[in-house]
């Protein structure tokens, strides 16, 4: 039973142009959802993250929108670099005690030069 | 520098052979996980630990087992048990999972192959 969906599984985007990554969850009790970035050959690290209080978080290029009404959130990269490379997993969790993360399966973005 | 370890960064292994991964961090976090990822099936938990001597199975457990006997350290061991066990593995540590906003760390990385 996969509890976040992540789509699209693979992504092509032109240098410059903006790369969007969606996922849905079922569980409404989700309150932290978490996006990772992976580079090939080496572990995620975390890159951006939001809490339901707010639709909105941007940091740098890299924005999350959420919709909580919708129990979806995205992650939007704009003027997407070849350096932007990588695969990217969304995430949900719950604050809690012994609360484990949730993922999705991944997307892998190619950003051409 | 504080940050997670893994070693061996690759690992042979024949058929019918226990090995076992190594996991060590010095960011003094109370919870650390291990995790299989294959080609398009993201992370799947295999076990995690919130505290030392204590340790819960994952979501695929079946064929590995764990101990945590220091903070520091939680070394994962594939055992001959484990029908498919070619993957790359990862180690991750986190302050206790579901702190508010916890961001689990995670090392570079060990790609086991069974030969």
């Known amino acids: 039973q996969q509890q976040v969906k992540q789509s699209p599984q693979s992504l092509i985007v032109q240098k410059g142009g903006i790369s969007i990554i969606n996922c849905a969850y079922e569980?409404?009790?989700?309150?932290?959802f978490p996006w990772y970035q992976q580079f090939p050959g080496k572990g995620p690290a975390l890159l951006i993250a939001i809490r339901p209080d707010v639709s909105e978080k941007k940091e740098g290029r890299f924005t999350i929108s959420f919709n909580k009404s919708a129990k979806q959130f995205s992650l939007h990269i704009m003027d997407s670099q070849p350096g932007d490379s990588a695969t990217y997993f969304c995430a949900a969790s719950r604050t809690g005690n012994n609360r484990k993360l949730i993922w999705g399966l991944g997307t892998s973005l190619a950003v051409n030069p | 520098d504080g940050g997670i370890t893994q070693s061996p960064k690759y690992l042979f292994r024949k058929e019918g052979q226990n090995v076992t991964l190594s996991c060590e961090q010095n960011l003094n976090h109370d919870a650390m996980y291990w995790y299989r990822q294959d080609p398009g099936q993201g992370l799947r938990l295999i076990y995690y630990s919130q505290i030392v001597n204590d340790f819960q199975k994952g979501d695929i457990a079946e064929g590995y087992s764990v101990s945590r006997e220091k903070k520091e350290s939680f070394p994962l061991t594939v055992t001959s048990a484990q029908k498919n066990p070619t993957a790359f593995y990862l180690c991750a540590s986190s302050v206790l999972a579901g702190a508010v906003g916890y961001e689990q760390f995670f090392g570079p990385g060990t790609r086991l192959t069974v030969l």
């Open positions: 569980n409404t009790a989700f309150d932290y």
